[in-house]
């Protein structure tokens, strides 16, 4: 990946900043990764007995107000989990992170628009192969399990060229920053 960015950007990686991006930058990103997806997994199990909780709130609360409850909660947790918001968000911080620290680029502000449209493209063709490769199944598993293979390796593939397209847009950013200043 470090030679990718590297000719993406047009800059070489080289010092004592680099060393230590490239030391920390991944434990750091993946203990990130580990506590958001905790993180849903908490939220998740307290969403899912909420029925148990519902029981205690009735001797606390008016039956108006636990219906009032149990809608929000029912609400958010649509927002949250079924419309892929903790996804999109995990996945966003994970990109913002490698640009940040990996592409050296320092426009915050550019570095998070191009995360987020970069998270929501490889979350659209998530949802793409997921739809192809479910109609596959449907048709002929056997044809599917050999295919499965060629499609993991092709969605990584797509996956890293839509990321180093996305670093490469912060790259003509950087440079058209630097030519203005």
């Given at each position: 990946?470090?030679?990718?960015?590297?000719?993406?950007?047009?800059?070489?990686?080289?010092?004592?900043?680099?060393?230590?991006?490239?030391?920390?930058?991944?434990?750091?990103?993946?203990?990130?990764?580990?506590?958001?997806?905790?993180?849903?997994?908490?939220?998740?199990?307290?969403?899912?007995?909420?029925?148990?909780?519902?029981?205690?709130?009735?001797?606390?609360?008016?039956?108006?107000?636990?219906?009032?409850?149990?809608?929000?909660?029912?609400?958010?947790?649509?927002v949250i989990f079924a419309g892929e918001v903790f996804e999109l968000i995990t996945l966003s911080l994970f990109i913002f992170t490698a640009?940040?620290?990996?592409?050296?680029?320092?426009?915050?502000?550019?570095?998070?628009?191009?995360?987020?449209?970069?998270?929501?493209?490889?979350?659209?063709?998530?949802?793409?192969?997921?739809?192809?490769?479910?109609?596959?199944?449907?048709?002929?598993?056997?044809?599917?399990?050999?295919?499965?293979?060629?499609?993991?390796?092709?969605?990584?593939?797509?996956?890293?060229?839509?990321?180093?397209?996305?670093?490469?847009?912060?790259?003509?950013?950087?440079?058209?920053?630097?030519?203005?200043?």
């Amino acid at each position: 990946m470090k030679k990718a960015l590297s000719y993406i950007t047009e800059s070489s990686f080289e010092g004592k900043f680099s060393i230590y991006v490239m030391t920390l930058s991944l434990p750091v990103v993946l203990i990130l990764f580990i506590s958001l997806y905790i993180l849903k997994i908490m939220l998740t199990f307290i969403f899912n007995s909420f029925s148990l909780i519902l029981k205690y709130l009735t001797l606390l609360f008016d039956e108006k107000t636990i219906t009032f409850i149990k809608k929000t909660v029912l609400k958010l947790y649509n927002v949250i989990f079924a419309g892929e918001v903790f996804e999109l968000i995990t996945l966003s911080l994970f990109i913002f992170t490698a640009y940040y620290l990996l592409a050296n680029i320092k426009i915050k502000k550019a570095v998070f628009y191009t995360s987020l449209a970069v998270s929501l493209v490889i979350l659209i063709l998530k949802n793409v192969f997921g739809f192809i490769f479910s109609y596959f199944i449907v048709k002929s598993p056997v044809f599917a399990a050999i295919g499965l293979i060629f499609a993991v390796i092709l969605w990584l593939k797509i996956m890293f060229d839509i990321f180093l397209i996305g670093a490469r847009f912060l790259y003509y950013v950087k440079k058209a920053s630097f030519e203005e200043a």
